[in-house]
T-cell receptor, first 116, second 113 residues
Framework: AQSVAQPEDQVNVAEGNPLTVKCTYS??????LFWYVQYPNRGLQFLLKYITGDNLVKGSYGFEAEFNKSQTSFHLKKPSALVSDSALYFC??????????????FGTGTRLLVSP | DSGVTQTPKHLITATGQRVTLRCSPRSGDLSVYWYQQSLDQGLQFLIQYYNGEERAKGNILERFSAQQFPDLHSELNLSSLELGDSALYFC????????????FGPGTRLTVT
């Protein structure tokens, strides 16, 4: 079965500094990977996805993610963090399942706290 | 705003009761997915429908059921509720293709007392 792991429960970073939220994956076949963000009392918002192609994927709100096949990682990055980036971030992998239709398998989430 | 709507936003009910959560997908999306987010289980896939037909099942309890109607809206029915069913229930929709992303609604927060 496909799975992702987010090894950090929380990441703290100062505003203006670069941030990285880590994700590693375990899949059979080609990985289809996603990042979502959840703000307090809100639903999940899609940030970016990796299907194929360039290893550096650019997404919403200035976020990007680097796909690394040899390290089976898909870390989320941003060059300069904002206080408003503070939220819960989820890495996910597509699992096609028996019927061939996709579902998302989520990591446990990483809380990002950006201090002023 | 993802374009996916869910009602109600909040629901408080007692153990043993039955509730229905409703989801309207984005215009044009044929697939609807239900997920449960709880503190102990995290975000888990429950069930998927595509154009009215059930396509995939995840960790959905037998007390739970869902359906997708001809107008493509979906309902998740939860019965014989237990305290442990308290969670945030998300609906997501997609066009249903191979590489289609899933767009999530704001969720329904269910509290069972």
């Amino acid at each position: 079965a496909q799975s992702v792991a987010q090894p950090e429960d929380q990441v703290n970073v100062a505003e203006g500094n670069p941030l990285t939220v880590k994700c590693t994956y375990s899949v059979s076949g080609n990985p289809y990977l996603f990042w979502y963000v959840q703000y307090p009392n809100r639903g999940l918002q899609f940030l970016l996805k990796y299907i194929t192609g360039d290893n550096l994927v650019k997404g919403s709100y200035g976020f990007e993610a680097e796909f690394n096949k040899s390290q089976t990682s898909f870390h989320l990055k941003k060059p300069s963090a904002l206080v408003s980036d503070s939220a819960l971030y989820f890495c996910a992998v597509r699992d096609r399942g028996n019927t061939g239709f996709q579902k998302l398998v989520f990591g446990t989430g990483t809380r990002l706290l950006v201090s002023p | 705003d993802s374009g996916v709507t869910q009602t109600p936003k909040h629901l408080i009910t007692a153990t043993g009761q039955r509730v229905t959560l409703r989801c309207s997908p984005r215009s044009g999306d044929l697939s609807v997915y239900w997920y449960q987010q709880s503190l102990d289980q995290g975000l888990q896939f429950l069930i998927q429908y595509y154009n009215g037909e059930e396509r995939a099942k995840g960790n959905i309890l037998e007390r739970f059921s869902a359906q997708q109607f001809p107008d493509l809206h979906s309902e998740l029915n939860l019965s014989s509720l237990e305290l442990g069913d308290s969670a945030l229930y998300f609906c997501a929709s997609s066009v249903g293709g191979e590489n289609a992303g899933q767009y999530f609604g704001p969720g329904t927060r269910l509290t069972v007392t």
